[in-house]
């Protein structure tokens, strides 16, 4: 038998690792600053770059595509190499992806930060942005499967089959919910309009989590723990159960972000079906991995590495108990909109996500540096103030969910709402005050973290490259009798690849097909027209000032949100919203019925003075709407794409539009100035006027159904 010797490169592991640490002090910082917005609207400092409805999803994507893709990069890059026995298979290819992705993290704060969005959630960033992300992932896959092709062990160990799924799924999730047609250089509309895209958006937003969040760090868990306990992991067929299933059903779960919307009830049934399966095969691996200790706790006890892993292990299982629960139509109709969904993601994300990353750095760094850990007492400090972090930020918002639900459907004994939106919101801000001191412990936390591994890589010597031998792969195999029939696909990565592909495709392809093809899932209304040039514009406004972040536009069918907003929301409203912005968060209220509610003098001095407007509001002011100018120059391409994308804009319109624009611009400006307010007419807030005040004005033609308590 041939022995062959080759060096592991711990060079890329370490660059990763590093960006892990970093992306997450400012993904996290940002998130700080944010959730203080919510309490402290003085806190939006007046700056465009700096408002709530900008650095959102600055802090999303961070702490996400940043903090734990870096961390998901670092767990592959050191793993991979060792379960396979040989190198990464091109260090150019690793070079590469590492730098690439960093310039894409750095490209996304900066276009987010000026405005450029989609204004889909978790994939916000525009067409050139989403084009490199593919080039990116291809390069990463292409050096990963290199590897696995190269390998000198036969069988693929669990977590690779995680990897595998996770790449692959990612790639198909990313192409699909991108489609988009670009208008300029920074600007696209999506493929899908209204319910369309509201489905494809929340297939990829739940699997985002699914399998970025999720799969990947179960990958990491099936590697790391075993090696930090020293033990072997629990049940191997245990890991083959938690596999299949969890990737074939988590791919239909997505319409749980949906229920009481206006998407067909057949896919909102689906999602929630599928959604409480998925609690099976998720309790399956947090088990395997809990199980994974036995024998092990005197050394959980002492060692902080398996204190994060247990605590996130455990934290999975909280967060994918709390899934299933949450797609119950009876509890969704608490949850969604409110803060329970964000301290429901945070568990996850600060429990699951955060504290497997730092175990793993804790783990790794000693290894990469032939040192021990500078300080177990920092480290276990850490572990101390993570954990009263999530505890801090998770209740509060639990608390907030329920007081503002019962509050919002609150009804006098002469049938009239009791409260208004705004002292929902005023009675909730304590709690926000609560969750940023909690996301603020976290957050030291990890700074503490990071000066516990700069001082242990100081105190060692970096092992750039690490000597091993293994024998080479036998070109002829002869399964052993006893073999179990799953080891087939695990010597066979390509089969593994494109089983992944079709498992996962599945779902998709039920839930989307019918919903595309068959018209009288989403029915025209026929008062419903296409925007006109100036509410476009002001829609893309809406869009770029983030206002999707804290409104919602879609009514749901409960006694309580028909009195508050205006009869519920139908299918056949949205067909020309391209994308559609029913959002997932109500820090505001909802807009669906918005148009003509106000008059334009109101708008104006809620742009620009909110409390004036609404006494005790915490929304951030837009004084910049008042100076910058609407973008003129933009409306014939705009108007063109719409048009490609299905909007019934009559031919040639392109060349008329502007005139058009401009007559409705003049008209606000006088009104306005009849109202003592002087503005140019070619203004943003006039343009944002002008959509304001278009919402739920056609859907008013059509005739109330009985609204459901």
Known sequence: MQIQQFQYDNRIPKLFAVATIFWGAVGMLVGVLAAFQLAFPVLNFGIEFTSFGRIRPIHTNAVIFAFVGNGIFTA??????????????????????FWGWQLIILAAALTLAMGYTTAKEYAELEWPIDIAITLVWVVFGINMFGTILTRRERHLYVAIWFFIASWVTVAMLHIVNSFELPVSFMKSYSWYAGVQDALVQWWYGHNAVAFFLTTP??????????????????????????????????????????????????????????????????????????FTLRGAWDKVR?????????????????????????????????????????????????????????????????????????????????????????????????????????MMKAFTPEGQLQYQFIDVVQTVVPFYVLRAIGGTIYLAGVFLMAYNLIKTAKAGRFVATETAEAPALEKVYV??????????????????????????????????????????????????????????QGRDIYISEGCYNCHSQMIRPFRYEVARYGDYSKAGEFVYDHPFQWGSKRTGPDLARLGGKYPDSWHFNHMLEPE??????????????????????????????????????????????????????????????????????????????????????????VSKPVSQN
């Open 479 to 536: 399964a052993p009798a006893k073999a179990h029939w799953h080891s087939f696909f695990e010597r066979k990565p390509i089969l593994l690849l494109v089983l992944s592909l079709i498992v996962v495709g599945i779902g998709g392809l039920v839930e989307m097909v019918p919903t595309f093809l068959v018209k009288t899932n989403v029915p025209t209304i026929s008062s419903v027209k296409p925007y006109t040039p100036l509410e476009l």
């Open 217 to 290: 760090y179960l990958g990491l868990m099936y590697y790391f723990l075993p090696k930090a306990a020293g033990r072997p992991v629990y049940s191997y067929k245990l890991s083959i159960v938690h596999f299949w299933s969890l990737i074939f059903l988590y791919i239909w779960a997505g319409p749980h972000h949906l229920l009481y919307t206006a998407l067909p009830e057949w896919a909102q049934s689906l999602g929630t079906t599928f959604s409480i399966m998925l609690l099976l095969p998720s309790w399956g691996g947090m088990l395997n991995g809990l």
């Open 612 to 701: 004036s407007m609404s006494p005790g509001s915490i929304m951030p002011k837009y004084p910049w709407l008042f100076e910058k100018n609407i973008d003129v120059a933009s409306t014939r391409s705009k108007i063109h794409a719409m048009r490609q994308l299905g909007v019934p804009y009559p031919e040639g319109y392109e060349a008329i539009a502007d005139q058009d624009l401009k007559q409705q611009a003049e008209k606000i400006a006088a009104g306005l100035k009849d109202q003592k307010i002087n503005i140019p007419s070619d203004k943003q807030i006039v343009a944002l006027i002008a959509y304001l005040q278009r919402l739920g004005k056609d859907a008013r033609a």
């Open 302 to 406: 002492e060692d902080p590495v398996l204190k994060f892993f247990v605590v996130a292990v455990t934290c999975y299982g909280m967060a994918t108990f709390e899934g299933p629960t949450l797609s119950l139509k009876n509890v969704n109709a608490i949850s969604h909109y409110s803060d329970w969904t964000v301290a429901h993601v945070h568990i996850g994300a600060l429990g699951w996500n955060g504290f497997m990353t730092f175990g793993m750095m804790y783990w790794l760094f000693p290894r990469l540096f032939d040192t021990k850990l500078y300080s177990k007492k920092l480290a276990s400090t850490h572990f101390w103030m993570g954990t009263l972090g999530i505890v801090l930020y998770a209740i509060p918002m639990y608390w907030a969910a329920f007081r503002s639900y019962f």
């Open 76 to 97: 592959v890059y050191y793993s991979m190499p060792r379960l396979l026995k040989t190198p990464m298979w091109s260090n150019l290819l690793s070079k590469i992806h």
